[in-house]
Structures are given as C-alpha cells and as structure tokens.
C-alpha cells in the first residue's frame, strides 16, 4: 500500500471525520445482518424452551418454537440458521448410530425449518460428539480417536443432512480426510448443490466450555480434543488446513474461536480470497455477557464493535450468538 506523503497543516484526519455523514462515506467496512449466521439450539418437546445458564439470553428450542425463532431471524434479514441438537443421554451410544438417523433432532429441525422457511439457509453440524458416550468428535478405540473410520460415518451422517434439506454442511470434526470423502458422497448422491462450510481451522480452544454445556456433552467429555483440533500457537498450519480443504471441496472455510483469532482471519482472506468466516464462539458470547450483565460493557455498543471487527479482519461472514439481537440493533 502506498502512503500520503503530505504533511501537518495540509494534511489533517479529522477533515474526514468531521461528521456522521462524513464518515459514513469514508467508511471501509460495513456490517449488516447479510453477514450473519445464527448458531442454535435444539432440544425434545412441544413448546419447550430452556435457558443455558453459561450462555445468559441463549435457548435450547424445542422444534416448534425453533421454527418460530427462524422465522423471526429471517424477518430480520438473517440469511442463515446453524443447528446444534441437544442429545438424550440414552441415544449417546459408542457407536454414535443416532448422527445418522434420518428421523434425528437435527434432521427433523431442518425438515420443519426448510418447510416453514424455505429460503432461510439452513446449515449443519457434522461430528459425532453429541451423539458420543465420550463427548469426542470421532469414535474412541483404545483410547484413541481413530481417524478413517470416523471419516466413514460423517459421511453418513453428512448425507443424512443434505437428505433432510441442509443447504450448508458444516464439518466441525476436524478429522482428515473428511471434506473430500463427504464432497464425492453428496456429488455420486445427487446433492451436488448441497455447499460445504468447513470448519478448517478449528482451534483446540477452551473458548467452548459453554456451548458443551448447551450441548450437553460437557460431563461426557474424556480428556481433551488436542489430537484432532489445533494447537492453539499455530497459525502457518491453518492456511495449510484451508489449502487442503479447498483442494478436496469446501466452498467456504471457518476460522474459530473468532476474536481471539482475528490474525489468522486475516492470513486465510489475504492468502486464498475465498468465502471466509469466523465463529465467535460459545466462550466469547459468555465473556461479553458477564461484563454486560455487570455493566461494565455497554452491551449495544460492544456487540457491534466486536462484529465489526471480523468483517474488518477480512470475514465475510460471523456465526454469532447475538445476530437476531445485533440485526435488531442495526435496524434503528
Ligand atoms: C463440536 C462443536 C463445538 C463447537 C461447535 N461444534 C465444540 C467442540 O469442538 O468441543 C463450539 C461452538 C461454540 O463454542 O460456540 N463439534
């Protein structure tokens, strides 16, 4: 990039600060609900909603009045939905056989939504941890997460989705391997259209405690997920990671957590130019929430604040527990 090269008095910032209007011209970001994803969660039930302590303002929804919220975010101009079930303890199993069940939580949301809602963009999950006795992503054998066969049954699970009407699959597993083997399942199954967001870089952060309480995985959790998510000091391996997922078929890739995480944002925009995202994560919402709650932040402010900055770090894009709330804001 190349510089002013005036001076002190000729040259003066402020002029193009000078005004509301002014600004907004000068302006290099903007932010809008266009950019949001909505991440939710779902539970068993007619008319059920439960609040989750860790995340304070986030529900579990049951299916009716899940559809009832979608429809509102849509209303709002949110253009896209990310399910996340909460799983009955019986049907966590050592064989995660419920991750593929037609007739699941999740596939059953999408159904209803897509119904309801059918220009609502409706994207998934794909990892074996709610559906695991173990709270891991992949299956444990030996006390070891095996890579190959867990790659076999996200693409089950993955085609389960795309048959009950998902638009977006977001594999979050972290597994090797996986976007090319689902990529070549929806392509010979007829779902060609059916996009893939991959969860590329994928930290092993400890930014999700509260969305594994949300999910209900977090008692059920073994160890830690250090052999499948990266370390959190890298940031070369993750434009290795969304080369490769690229290479084997993602349309968008997925940085997370997301604040914290803004450098690599950055590098992955700047080195591919592809549709890139950022998930300000369970642990970021809880973050901001306890300083709200305390008034220490001015709630408003920072939750446009922190948006703004993924789109100025180069996301196209934020999944966000707050976007109905920040759509609202960005209305007035
Ligand atoms: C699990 C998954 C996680 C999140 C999204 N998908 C948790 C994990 O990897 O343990 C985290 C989202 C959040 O913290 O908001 N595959």
Same mark, same amino acid.
């Given at each position: ?16 600060r000078?005004s ?21 969660f ?12 860790s995340?304070?303002g ?13 429809s509102?975010?849509f209303?709002?101009?949110i ?11 019986s049907?966590?199993t050592? *064989?995660?056989a419920?991750a593929?069940?037609?007739d699941?939580? @999740? !596939?059953? +949301?999408? #159904?209803?939504i ?19 006795i173990n709270?891991?992503?992949g299956?444990?054998e030996?006390g ?9 049954a ?5 085609l389960?989705?795309?048959e009950?009407g998902v638009?977006?699959i ?6 090797d391997?996986?976007?090319l ?7 010979t ?5 059916v ?8 930290y ?8 594994r309480d ?6 059920a959790?073994?160890g *830690? ?9 890298? @940031? !070369?391996? +993750?434009? #290795?990671?969304?080369a ?6 993602a ?8 604040m914290p ?11 591919f130019?592809v549709p890139?995202?950022a998930?300000?994560?369970?642990g970021?919402?809880?973050m901001?929430?306890?300083a ?11 939750i ?6 993924f789109k100025?770090?180069g996301?196209?894009?934020?999944l966000t527990?707050f976007a ?7 209305k007035?």
């Open positions: 990039m190349k510089f002013i090269e005036q001076e002190f008095p000729s040259l003066r910032f402020r002029r193009n000078k509301e209007k002014i600004r907004n011209l000068i302006s290099e970001t903007n932010i809008s609900a266009n950019d949001f994803i909505w991440p939710v779902i539970c068993e039930g007619n008319n059920v909603e439960q609040n989750v302590p995340m304070p986030v529900k579990r929804r049951s299916i009716d009045r899940l559809v009832e919220a979608a509102e975010a209303d709002l101009g253009p896209a939905i990310c399910l996340f079930p909460y799983t009955e303890q049907l966590r050592e *064989d995660c419920e593929w069940n037609p699941n939580l @999740s !596939n059953k +949301a999408s #159904r209803a897509k119904k309801a809602v059918p220009d609502l963009v409706v994207m998934s999950d794909v990892a074996l941890d709610p559906y695991n709270g891991h992503d299956f444990v030996n070891k997460i095996v890579n190959d066969k867990t790659v076999e996200l693409v089950k699970q993955a389960s989705q795309a009950a638009d977006v977001g594999p979050s597993d972290m597994m391997g996986r976007i083997a689902i990529r070549s399942a929806l392509e199954n007829g779902y060609s259209d996009a893939i967001m991959s969860y590329s870089a994928k092993s952060s400890s930014f999700y405690g509260p969305f949300a999910v209900g995985a977090s008692g959790l073994t *830690d997920k250090k052999t499948y998510q990266m370390d959190i000091a890298n @940031s !070369n391996e +993750a434009l #290795r990671l969304v490769r997922d690229l290479k084997e078929g349309d968008m890739v997925m940085i997370k957590p997301g995480y803004l450098d690599i944002c950055r590098r992955v925009k700047e080195t130019g890139t995202f998930y300000q994560v369970s970021e919402y809880a901001l929430s306890a709200f709650e305390n008034e220490w932040l001015e709630r408003n402010k920072i446009i604040e922190t948006l703004l900055a100025r770090s996301c196209d894009g934020i527990y109905p709330e920040a759509a609202k804001l960005l007035l």
